[in-house]
């Protein structure tokens, strides 16, 4: 239902843009959401677009990383720059039908994509 891609590997400073496919099934009462885990971590909210249209980014991404749906598509992006070796991890893309925007927290039943890879290097 949710399928990323768009992960890579790229030097500090450099930009990528993930890319998650979503069903047409959640048109825009879905929330839709970035997360990422990287090894030994939790996972994490990175961006969040509520199905209000509202966004929320995790504050260490503030100003580097983008939010961005094309509806024609069915399709969430991020755009992440200026990336940094702290950035690596797994990257997910979750759909659900309720979420609380401000903690970056999905709930009910919830869609997750099989993850694309993010790796900075120094």
């Known amino acids: 239902q949710v399928v990323e891609s768009g992960g890579g590997s790229v030097q500090s400073g450099g930009s990528l843009r993930l890319s998650c496919a979503a069903s047409?099934?959640?048109?825009?009462?879905?929330?839709l959401a970035w997360f990422r885990q990287a090894p030994g971590k939790e996972r994490e909210g990175v961006a969040l677009?509520?199905?209000?249209?509202?966004?929320k980014y995790r504050e260490s991404v503030k100003g580097r990383f983008t939010l961005s749906k094309d509806n024609d598509k069915n399709a969430l992006y991020l755009q992440m720059n200026s990336l940094k070796p702290e950035d690596t991890a797994m990257y997910y893309c979750?759909?659900?039908?309720?979420?609380?925007?401000?903690?970056?927290?999905?709930?009910?039943?919830?869609?997750w994509g099989q993850g694309t890879q993010v790796t900075v290097s120094s």
């Open positions: 047409e099934y959640f048109g825009n009462q879905y929330c």
């Open positions: 677009l509520g199905n209000s249209g509202r966004s």
């Open positions: 979750a759909a659900a039908p309720r979420c609380i925007v401000d903690t970056l927290m999905l709930y009910g039943n919830e869609y």
